[in-house]
Nanobody, 116 residues
Framework: QVRLVESGGGLVQPGGSLTLSCAAS????????MSWHRQAPGKERELVAT????????NYADSVKGRFTISRDNTKNTVYLQMNSLKPEDTAVYFC?????????WGQGTQVTVSS
């Protein structure tokens, strides 16, 4: 059974930081491209960041470039999203995703709320 379990969300003040984690099980993690997505209330889910299988290439949405960092530890089957300089518009449910060819898996999401 494939499971992606996100953690690390919560309430943070503007300008603060959070680190999200996504632990994978049931897949050969190191052959899956990983990504983080988010969905704010009333909006469509959007791509935040991607990372290749070996972690050597990353890409970011323009809205988070320079503030967020995606990374992975293949020895721990975990992908991370370090979020700095958080803004109220970063408030959303954050999801991780694993993708290899036609195999696609989503986590259940973790809530991030940026508010004073």
């Amino acid at each position: 059974q494939v499971r992606l379990v996100e953690s690390g969300g919560g309430l943070v003040q503007p300008g603060g930081s959070l680190t999200l984690s996504c632990a994978a099980s049931g897949i050969f993690f190191n052959i899956y491209g990983m990504s983080w997505h988010r969905q704010a209330p009333g909006k469509e889910r959007e791509l935040v960041a991607t990372i290749t299988t070996g972690g050597d290439q990353t890409n970011y949405a323009d809205s988070v470039k320079g503030r967020f960092t995606i990374s992975r530890d293949n020895t721990k089957n975990t992908v991370y999203l370090q979020m700095n300089s958080l803004k109220p518009e970063d408030t959303a449910v954050y999801f991780c995703r694993a993708l290899r060819l036609t195999n696609l898996y989503w986590g259940q999401g973790t809530q991030v709320t940026v508010s004073s």
